[in-house]
């Protein structure tokens, strides 16, 4: 056993990027297994920043194998430009990334129908991203109009499905939006055809080769996108994405059994955020979130959307942690909170006068929920500078033992800045 999982245990955004940075020194292999460009991790590596959406951390370092494996939703455009971007900076792609056969294709109907549906809900919009990631999800569980990475390796295959999928959604599309523009079938197709001969030399089947890579022993490092809370079965549904997020999405994303994995990392943040629509219990609509946003620099990395800030709630990320199988947290961004004079931790929620530790399992009831808090004493110093536990301000290691002991997990990590440098290991 010699594989490594990196969860997010919130809402998306705990900077689990730089733990997977920080741990690939140690492995061979790092692998994305569900979600697509939705997903977005900023890398500070070597001085310069880097800010990676479909492609696995891993790619910045040559001697690393980098898997798009089965669970993920790719849009080729959108993984071409990245790669693009990566060799204009001298960072080279070769044989070192791989890509699924079996991952599912975004296509320009995927935006235009996810853009229909969320105006569709109005007030009660889902607050996507629009990449056409639950659009294509909902193609694959629907498999008539899904088409596949392997799909693309065969031309005619390819153009006779891009004419037949198109023929379908349209009458569909222009139903729930007349203003919806024309899908070109000879441009998508020429598109797509284009897309398909610069990726062939990456695609491959995956599974068999991580089995490979298991049997020679390979370290597996596995990076999950967005966070355990937007898990499409046991997230905050239907405030969601579409894959399964939590750790539950390994093994059926990478087919790779969950049982090779020895350690499970789940990264939080020192507090939480969320972007998009749903229920946030222990959201801050004051000063102090806006205070929180500013000094965390909350805006998103994929749509630039402030971030909706809170104190950090045990009962949602406690329960983030319980069905991702986590070993250890690693603690981010615990800089940004140095100079609140007191800091609240939510250890329950008080539903209808009843006092509970579930996160509940429908939002009328996570609507409903009010934080009980634990006040602590804030540090009110900067931080950013401290590189052992054991020199961290008494009330800094307060707050880390409170969590930690709601959590019932160890804490492995702290981190106190972007840069690895600003890393504590516990
Ligand atoms: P990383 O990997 C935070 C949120 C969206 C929306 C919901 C559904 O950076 O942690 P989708 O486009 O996936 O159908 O949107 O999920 N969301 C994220 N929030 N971080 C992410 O990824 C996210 N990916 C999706 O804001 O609420
Ligand atoms: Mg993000």
Known sequence: MSATAVIGLQWGDEAKGKIVDLLT????????????????????????TYKLSLLPVGVLRPEITSVIATGVVI?????????????????????????????????????????AFEAARGGNAIGTTMRGIGTCYRDKAGRTHAIRVGDLMYPDLLRSRIAEVIEQKTPVLRALNPATPTLDVAKITEDYLGYAERL??????????????????KRLLFEGAQGSL?????????????????????????????????????????YTTRV??????????DATGQHIRDVGRE?????????????????????????????CLSVMLLDVLAQLDELKI?????????????????????????????????????????????????????????????MQLPVWLVSIGPDREQTILC
């Not at 239907?238 to 939590?246: D, E, G």
């Not at 020199?391 to 930690?404: G, Q, V, W």
């Open 346 to 406: 939510c250890t329950a929620y008080e539903i209808d006068g009843e006092r509970t530790t579930d996160f509940p399992s429908h939002i009328q009831q996570l609507a409903k929920a009010k934080p009980v808090y634990q006040t602590l004493p804030g540090w009110k110093r900067d931080i950013s500078g401290v590189r052992r536990l054991a020199d961290l301000p008494k009330e800094t290691r307060a707050y880390l033992d409170t969590l930690s002991e709601l």
């Open 25 to 48: 020194d140690q492995h061979d292999v790092v692998v994305r297994y569900q979600g697509g460009n939705n997903a977005g991790h900023t890398v500070v590596f070597g001085g310069n």
């Open 200 to 217: 062939r030399p990456h695609v491959i089947d995956t599974t068999a080769w991580l089995h490979k890579a298991l049997a020679q022993n």
């Open 75 to 115: 849009n080729p455009a959108a993984l071409l430009g990245e790669i693009d971007q990566l060799r204009a900076r001298n960072v080279p792609l070769g044989d070192n990334l791989l890509i699924s056969d079996r991952a599912h294709v975004i296509f320009p109907w995927h935006m235009a129908e996810e853009a």
């Open 230 to 270: 937007l898990d499409v079965d046991h997230g905050s549904y239907p405030f969601v994405t579409s894959s399964s997020s939590s750790g539950c999405g390994i093994h059926s994303g990478s087919g790779v059994p969950e049982r090779q994995i020895s350690k499970m990392i789940g990264v939080v943040k020192a």
């Open 276 to 285: 998009g629509g749903g229920p946030f219990p222990t959201e801050l609509l």
């Open 299 to 327: 805006y998103g990395t994929v749509t630039g959307r402030p971030r909706r800030c809170g104190w950090f709630d045990g009962v949602a990320t406690g329960y983030g942690a319980r069905i991702s199988g986590i070993d």
